[in-house]
């Protein structure tokens, strides 16, 4: 009996890896993603990531996605989809596939591209890593705020 439980367990597990991105709250199943928008009213946000090797994907996710005012917005507002790209990363090839078939889909032409969709699938709208110099530095910096502002403009036009 323990064992059943144990392989049940360790099969429920391996499931979810397949859909949730190890470091947070983001999916990498776009029909989970919408299922759970509807269910939530959220909005879907799809990061399409060059997650091992694109600077400016780097840039994004360490400067917006990773701060905590970001996630509490995202916790209460988005769905959050990541879309990979990686070159040295291994991930499996069906979800690579499925990637490449979204990226033709959404004409993604760069990274990283964000593509905002309601639970239908309908783009409200894309973003992409948008720099602005803080007053108290002569580097270009994407802050949450700002981020937040672009996406709650998608939502409202």
């Given at each position: ?14 499931a ?6 190890a ?7 776009l029909d989970q ?5 509807k269910a939530d ?7 399409f990531?060059?997650?091992d090797?694109?600077?400016w994907?780097?840039?994004?996710h360490?400067?917006v996605?990773a ?7 995202a ?9 990979d790209f990686p ?6 090839k069906?979800?690579?596939h ?7 889909k959404?004409?993604i032409?760069a ?14 709208g ?11 530095s002569?580097?270009?910096?994407a ?6 502002a ?8």
């Amino acid at each position: 009996m323990k064992t059943s439980r144990l392989f049940l367990s360790i099969v429920a597990a391996v499931a979810l890896a397949g859909s949730v991105r190890a470091d947070s709250e983001w999916l990498t199943d776009l029909d989970q993603a919408q299922q759970k928008a509807k269910a939530d009213n959220k909005l879907v946000l799809l990061d399409f990531t060059g997650s091992d090797w694109c600077g400016w994907c780097i840039k994004l996710h360490r400067e917006v996605f990773a701060k905590p005012e970001f996630r509490e917005y995202a916790n209460k507002n988005l769905v959050l989809v990541e879309l990979d790209f990686p070159r040295a990363k291994q991930i499996d090839k069906d979800l690579l596939h499925k990637n490449m078939k979204l990226a033709e889909k959404f004409q993604i032409e760069a990274f990283p591209t964000i593509i905002v969709i309601n639970s239908d699938g309908k783009v409200i709208g894309s973003l992409g890593y948008d720099a602005g110099v803080p007053a108290d530095s002569d580097k270009p910096l994407a802050t949450p705020a700002a981020f937040i502002a672009s996406v709650e403009k998608l939502r409202k036009s």
